[in-house]
Structures are given as structure tokens and as C-alpha cells.
């Protein structure tokens, strides 16, 4: 063998060793690749699991708060009916739009309320800039805490009442529907800080209890009208002297737009 040979021999021996290493700590690295794939494996399996329980967990609350608030009345059904009106008190009520106007909408509110949150986020900017804005009815807002089941409402009603000492009863009834998840005590100071209330006065009359009295009186008119869940409203023709309506439509639940437009509508054109 001469020392080309030789050579020769040798590179093919130290391309055998790499290749062999290469194949040996190839196939290491796939089992490891394989070992890692099944345990990934087993990891989204718990995580369908554990999503599935949950999602069974939370439709289950779905179902024991609809259960409380009372059936959701479809948008078709909309009563008492013109022959057979409703009276339904304005006192203590926050209002907003046209007072001379002919229409007056009473919305029974709970600030602890999924659905109340969903009529306030989804369906009344469209009553706010069609009607309200544009003079065509007055906008009531009264409290129906449901303290069984949202023990933080009534004080937030309290919150927003005190606010209204300052002239900034909506700007608060806005504010605590769109933080509904922070509406304990410290939760509301924080709140009237964020909308320059004077924290002093918000605070003394928060403490003190200034409108328990009122919520109270709201809660009471609202069970007087049959009212058992919220949001719950009533839409009918305004009091010349402003302290109550005769309600020919009561709509129940977070309806859609629609539903309001149709009942509005149909007392704008009769009248």
C-alpha cells in the first residue's frame, strides 16, 4: 500500500466514524424529539379537559343567574298594552334628554347586573343618539339592587347618587358599568377620584348613607310594579307635571335595539 492509498483509506475511515456518529446521535435526537412530542401531547389533552370542565362550570353559573334574574322576555313580547297602562313613579329618578318631551323610557338598573352591562354597552348608545339626544324622550334611570345576589349594587347606586350631588350622576353611572368587576368600597373613592369629585363630600355622603333611603324607595316601586329581574323598562307617555308615566310597553331583559325601536316608534307615531 503506498501512502496515497493510504490516505484514501483513511479519510473513507474518518467519513465512516462521522457518518456512524452522525446516524447515532441523529437517531438519540429523534427519540428524544419523540419523547418531548408525546408528553406536549399530553399536556393539550389536559388543557381540553380542563377547558371543557370550565366551560361546563361557567354555563352552569350562566344558568343559575338567568334563573334568579327571571326569564328574558323575546322583543314580541312587549306589554301592558294601551287599555291598560301602567303607572310607574319618575321621583328619585336620574333623568336625562327632554323633559317637555312626550315619551319618557324608565329603566329599573342594577349596577352588579351582566345584563345591564350588556344593555348599557350594546343597545343604549343607539337610544342615546336616536332618541335621547335628539329631544324625541326623557331617559329615567332608578335602582333595583338585587342583593341577594349582588351584594356590591347597592352601594354603587349609593356611589352614583352622591355623584349626582356634583353634577356628575351619569359620568359615574357610566364609569361604574364600565368597571363593573371593581365596585367595592375602596373601588368606589377610586372611582369619584378618576372623575374629580371633591373625595371629601363623595366620601361623607357615601359613609353616611345619604341616599340609602332613595335606593330603598326604588326597590320598593319596582317590586310595586311586579318587577323581578334586571334591566327592566317601561316606555309610555310622559306626566305633564313629571312624576310619573302610564306605561303601554314594558320590555324585560337586555333586548336588543330593535325591540325599543319598534315600542318607541310606535308611541311617536301615535302621538
Not at 452522525?22 to 418531548?36: C, I, V
Request: glycine residues 6%; proline residues 4%; neutral net charge.
Amino acid at each position: 500500500m503506498n501512502n496515497q492509498e493510504g490516505i484514501i483509506e483513511m479519510k473513507i475511515l474518518v467519513l465512516a466514524v462521522t457518518v456512524a456518529l452522525s446516524l447515532f446521535y441523529t437517531d438519540k435526537s429523534f427519540s428524544q424529539t419523540a419523547k418531548e412530542l408525546n408528553k406536549f401531547k399530553q399536556e393539550i389533552e389536559t388543557l381540553k379537559a380542563a377547558q371543557t370542565g370550565m366551560e361546563k362550570d361557567l354555563q352552569t353559573i350562566k344558568n343559575i343567574l338567568q334563573a334568579k334574574q327571571g326569564p328574558i322576555a323575546p322583543p314580541h313580547a312587549l306589554g301592558p298594552t294601551t287599555d291598560n297602562p301602567t303607572v310607574v313613579s319618575l321621583q328619585g329618578g336620574a333623568i336625562k334628554g327632554n323633559r317637555n318631551a312626550k315619551i319618557t323610557l324608565v329603566e329599573f338598573t342594577d349596577y352588579q347586573c351582566p345584563f345591564c352591562t350588556r344593555h348599557f354597552r350594546d343597545t343604549m348608545p343607539q337610544i342615546d343618539n336616536d332618541y335621547v339626544k335628539t329631544g324625541k324622550i326623557q331617559y329615567v334611570l332608578r335602582d333595583f339592587p338585587l342583593e341577594s345576589i349582588h351584594p356590591l349594587a347597592f352601594k354603587a347606586a349609593e356611589a352614583a347618587n352622591c355623584s349626582g350631588e356634583q353634577s356628575k350622576y351619569w359620568e359615574m353611572h357610566d364609569h361604574l358599568f364600565a368597571n363593573q368587576n371593581a365596585l367595592a368600597a375602596k373601588d368606589l373613592l377610586t372611582h369619584a377620584q378618576a372623575l374629580g369629585l371633591d373625595s371629601a363630600k363623595f366620601m361623607q355622603c357615601l359613609d353616611g348613607g345619604k341616599y340609602a333611603a332613595k335606593v330603598r324607595k326604588d326597590q320598593a316601586d319596582a317590586q310595586k310594579n311586579g318587577i323581578t329581574g334586571t334591566p327592566t323598562f317601561f316606555i309610555g307617555l310622559s306626566d305633564p307635571k313629571g312624576i310619573e308615566i302610564k306605561a303601554v310597553r314594558q320590555i324585560v331583559g337586555a333586548q336588543n335595539y330593535p325591540a325599543f325601536k319598534a315600542a318607541i316608534d310606535a308611541l311617536l307615531a301615535a302621538e
